[in-house]
């Protein structure tokens, strides 16, 4: 997400809009129904010369969501940047864009399952289409408002993930995402902000502390005990609280923050954990999620949301 062009903030008048989009098999269609369900009117693969008679006429009383992938009729990415393009500039429209992405290897497991053909490639294999749509996608995918990787995401869990991001914000709110990850498993997709705990003492040398997580407080209290954890925290904090509020003055929604560390396991954890909980109190919405324990099993996507005032 970093480097992206932002939408409109919520709080401007005129009509919202999300353009819903992705690689086939990331989970569109769940996406779109799952804002249907905020109360937006959705409308899936309407032909994109037809969005700006759409939206002819006053604002209507309900957002909108149009789902735009590469089935419809006059599909292009340059063509789709420029419908983008052109809502950003009109005053009355509030557009966002939605960006649904998964890993290759996930798209060709979904792939495999439903044994459905690939749109870019009924005759081939899937993992043809789906290299060739990710490619074809790419700038779309730099210019998304809110990116979601759904790789690791059932649909009920990417539902729970559109209706945090998008149900009932108010004009001076932003969804925080913190994660924790390891750097050996590579950097977690859509992080707009990432932080390195490698330098900190691991409890991984500690034969007691070693099977357990970031989330266990004598785990947490042994990373803490770390001279230079408190003053690193204190930093990151206070970086962020000033950042925030100016992430929506520039119209952003979502903020993903990523705290990296070699098993993903410890270090990482506490400091998400810390970094979520801080945050929170200082009254900012904010979810939390560890990937790796989530591959183990030990936690869900989404699990131990802490909201603020």
Known sequence: MTGQAMAPAEGQDGQRLVLVTGPSGAGRSTAINA???LGYEAIDNLPLSLVPRLLDGPPLDHPLALGIDVRNRD?????LIETIDRLTRL???APEVLYLDCAPEELERRFGETRRRHPLAPAEPPEAGIAREIDL???IRVRADVLIDTSGMTPHDLKAE???IFGGRQADSLAVSVHSFSYKRGVPRGLDLMFDCRFLRNPHWVPDLRARDGRDPEVAAYVAGDAR???FLARVTDLLLLMLPAQIDEGKSHLAIGFGCTGGQHRSVAL?????KALAEAGWQVSKRHRELERRGHVTAGQGRGEGA
């Open 137 to 139: 996608l790419s700038p």
């Open 229 to 231: 954890h408190a003053e």
């Open 35 to 37: 804002l249907e369900d």
């Open 162 to 164: 559109v209706a945090r």
């Open 272 to 276: 998400t954990e810390a970094v979520a």
């Open 91 to 93: 005053p009355e429209v």
């Open 75 to 79: 599909f292009s990415a340059q063509a």
